[in-house]
């Protein structure tokens, strides 16, 4: 059964840093390209990062470029983000999820940015 | 970046009845290998999405063939046949053709 647990979620105040961590497995973690997608309270889904399955490519929306580095560690089949200088605007459940098809998805982790 | 535009549902549909919900991109989603791009998701209340079909029309691995996605390159369907209880929820489309990713606003599925 393929199972993401995402971890490291939590409250945190504006401008500190965070970083969250998915453990994959079930599948080939080191086959797969993995990517972050997060959901503020109420509103809808919004990719925030990708990362090949050998972690050589990394790409990044435009408002976490610079602040957040997606990383991957196949030999523990294990997702990170790396979250700095964070923005209320980020408070939302992050998602760890396969980025070739989006078919696999962990139950998320809050993040909730605030003072 | 491509823009992905949903359509609203006249909610609730009533159990048994069909549900189509619309999505329009800002750019053809049809790449080079003639695919095109193009994903649906279902997230019920307190869950993670769900991957229903990629590629625009190929159900994903589990899903009902209650669920059909067409379209053309920039306009597109997912059509739901004998809504059931379970089909509640909201649906998104996403364009994975480029990046960055980006997924539509979603639309609400009601049921009476």
């Known amino acids: 059964e393929v199972q993401l647990v995402e971890s490291g979620g939590g409250l945190v105040q504006p401008g500190r840093s965070m970083k969250l961590s998915c453990a994959a497995s079930?599948?080939?973690?080191?086959?797969?390209?993995m990517a972050w997608v997060r959901q503020a309270p109420t509103k809808g889904l919004e990719w925030v990062a990708t990362?090949?399955?050998?972690?050589?490519?990394?790409y990044y929306r435009d408002s976490v470029k610079g602040r957040f580095t997606i990383s991957r560690d196949n030999a523990k089949s294990t997702l990170y983000l790396q979250m700095n200088s964070l923005r209320s605007e980020d408070t939302a459940t992050y998602y760890c999820?396969?980025?070739?098809?989006?078919?696999?998805w962990g139950q998320g982790v809050m993040v909730t940015v605030s003072s | 970046d491509i823009v992905m535009t949903q359509g609203v549902l006249p909610n609730p549909v009533p159990s048994g009845e069909s549900a189509s919900i619309t999505c329009r991109s800002s750019?053809?989603?049809?790449?080079?290998?003639?695919?095109?791009?193009l994903n649906w998701f279902l997230q019920r209340p307190g869950q993670s999405p769900q991957l229903l079909t990629y590629?625009?029309?190929t159900r994903a691995s589990g899903v009902s063939d209650r669920f059909s996605g067409s379209g053309s390159g920039t306009y597109f369907t997912l059509k739901i046949s004998r809504v059931r209880a379970e089909d509640a929820g909201v649906y998104y489309c996403?364009?994975?053709?480029?990046?960055?990713?980006?997924f539509g606003g979603g639309t609400k599925l009601e049921l009476k």
């Open positions: 999820t396969s980025s070739h098809y989006f078919d696999y």
């Open positions: 079930g599948f080939t973690f080191s086959n797969y390209g």
């Open positions: 990362i090949s399955y050998d972690g050589s490519s990394t």
């Open positions: 750019k053809s989603l049809v790449y080079k290998d003639g695919k095109t791009y």
């Open positions: 590629w625009m029309s």
């Open positions: 996403q364009q994975v053709r480029e990046y960055p990713r980006t």
